[in-house]
């Protein structure tokens, strides 16, 4: 339910602050006087799209804030699943800027526009005069029928749709799959030819640096040669006529030994010795092998070469490593298997596309059973309204049409009728359709009828009626009124209104006036007295001095039924 809105720099609005209550409320005023701005501030609060033009002249922009009493759990577990804290109270503040940009606040926590547009139906719903030509569209006509059917429909409707997704998801694989043929020859021909080109040069990960490092060994064999042999002879050439450097540090190890049996302080410079004696000796034998294994083997090199080209080759066309090349290959193996048994998977989702058919219609015929027991509910209930608001001959018909799914053997996503709202307005008239036969009286009717059934399936909190009195007056607007009033038991009500008779109905009104300030033009309301209010109707009335003794007269009568003041 709305508590308080308060706008500022809105339109002609610069200013204005009101509380509204339960039960039924009424907004009247002069035509222009801005009742309709206050309900597009509102529309703002649940996410409608908000434009620059919409800034007061002057401002930099615009600021509404609503304060919300929280009657929802789908609503709490909303905000919950956003992270907003809420117990029984729902702040939204809305700021427009002059360049378009939009900041949006629930409870203080930053949300985006679209947020508010998926809070605000659980908060309210705004019904204008456009609501009222939308009833001319027959594609919007199931769409009202399923609102009506309430839990039972939606369930059966959510498993009609997941049928739905399944068969369709299907279907893509088999396009995706069953495409172009010579296309998807012409790939596996290719992909054939990249396998085994991969395959045949039989890679091994790390090769190719092993054999960068072979072909800079083999590139300076000669200098390698040169460095090990010089370091070889040093340690084995003797050194002037006496023996080589090895056989002499053995002579020092031996000397060395003695030694330190006759002193104990040098047994550990004795084994150091003897360590580093060994480790030399064990380097003299792996030079010794190194040039052992290090003759020249002239075709080597090139093999090397070659085969770093055939590297580089791959490399160019697939990957820039070796570990990237076979991964290119098992993608493109198993792209080729896929194809390759791409006629077995045709056959086998032709099969589960006959299944996933067979699903869906079964869920489908009994959506279509559903829904017409739904409807005649729905035609039941909408006569018994019009007839409270005096078109009690009027029939009332959803009419059903197949959509072709059927026929076609493709599913479609709502399953598998159109329907269409038709209407008898008189006795003796066939059934036209909405568009050929309603004017805006009984478009109108018909719309507050339609809206008074949803509101009580879909429990809307606040419902907001913006001049959807058009082309009515008269005993109809007090059925009107008395409507708006009953539905004000189960939800909270705000209309806007040019008829004194609907707003006499009204448990508490507000009058919307617009004064020229200076070289502006600013927009006020308020909350009438009881006083107050007769003026306000005798104004509506159109009284005028020589009438306005009794037009008072019938302005308190009308009070004093309506509503009991």
Request: net charge negative; charged share 30%.
């Amino acid at each position: 339910m709305l508590r308080e809105i308060s706008v500022r720099d809105f339109a002609l609005i610069e200013e204005l602050e009101l509380s509204f209550y339960s039960g039924f409320s009424v907004l009247t005023g002069e035509t222009g006087a801005g009742k309709s701005i206050i309900i597009d501030a509102l529309g703002l609060l649940l996410g409608r799209r908000a434009s620059g033009d919409l800034i007061r002249t002057g401002a930099g922009g615009c600021t509404i804030q609503g304060v919300f009493a929280v009657e929802d759990q789908a609503m709490l577990d909303l905000l919950q699943e956003w992270g907003i804290e809420c117990d029984d109270e729902l702040v939204i503040t809305r700021e427009v800027f002059v360049n378009g940009r939009n900041r949006c606040r629930i409870n203080g926590s930053l949300v985006s526009v679209s947020q508010l547009a998926e809070l605000g139906p659980h908060l309210a719903e705004i019904v204008g005069q456009h609501d009222s030509q939308s009833l001319l569209d027959s594609t919007r006509h199931l769409a009202l029928l399923d609102a009506f059917g309430g839990q039972e429909l939606s369930i059966e409707l959510a498993r009609l749709r997941d049928r739905y997704e399944a068969w369709t998801t299907l279907q893509a694989e088999l396009d995706r799959i069953a495409g172009d043929e010579r296309e998807r020859n012409r790939r596996i021909d290719l992909l054939r030819f990249q396998v085994m080109e991969i395959a045949g040069a039989k890679l091994k990960l790390g090769e190719e640096e092993s054999l960068l490092a072979e072909r800079k060994r083999l590139a300076n064999l000669h200098r390698l040669r040169e460095a090990v042999e010089l370091t070889y002879g040093l340690l084995n050439e003797s050194l002037g006529q006496g023996d080589s450097v090895i056989r002499q540090l053995n002579v020092a190890q031996a000397e060395l030994a003695k030694a330190s049996a006759m002193d104990s302080q040098l047994a550990p410079l004795t084994e150091m010795f003897a360590e580093a004696v060994t480790q030399i000796e064990e380097l003299n034998r792996e030079l010794w092998t190194y040039l052992d294994g290090c003759e020249s083997d002239p075709g080597r090199l090139d093999e090397v070469e070659t085969r770093l080209s055939a590297i580089d080759s791959l490399k160019r066309k697939y990957g820039d490593s070796i570990a990237e090349i076979l991964a290119f290959a098992d993608a493109a193996q198993a792209e080729l298997a896929f194809l390759e048994s791409s006629s077995e998977r045709c056959q086998e989702l032709e099969k589960e596309l006959a299944e996933a058919w067979e699903a869906w219609l079964r869920q489908a015929q009994k959506v279509s059973a559903l829904r017409k027991r739904i409807a005649r509910n729905l035609e039941r209930r909408i006569e018994e309204q019009l007839a409270d608001l005096n078109m009690a001959n009027t029939r009332f018909v959803v009419a059903f049409e197949a959509n072709g799914a059927e026929d076609q053997r493709r599913p479609a996503r709502d399953g598998l009728e159109k329907v269409q709202f038709m209407i008898a307005p008189n006795v003796g008239e066939e059934l036209r359709p909405l568009s050929r036969i309603a004017s805006g009286g009984e478009l109108s009717r018909l719309l507050l009828a339609i809206k008074v059934i949803l509101a009580e399936a879909e429990a809307v909190p606040t419902m907001v009626f913006d001049e959807i009195d058009t082309g009515i007056g008269g005993h109809t607007a007090g059925k009107v009124g008395e409507k708006l009033r009953a539905l004000s038991a189960t939800c909270q009500v705000l209309c806007v209104t040019h008829l004194p008779v609907i707003a006499s109905y009204g448990a508490h009104h507000y009058s919307v006036t617009k004064a020229s300030l200076g070289e502006r033009t600013a927009v006020s309301a308020r909350e009438l007295s009881d006083d107050e209010r007769v003026s306000e109707l005798i104004r509506m009335f159109g009284g005028s001095g020589e009438t306005e003794s009794a037009t008072y007269a019938h302005a308190k009568e009308l009070l004093a039924k309506s509503c009991g003041i």
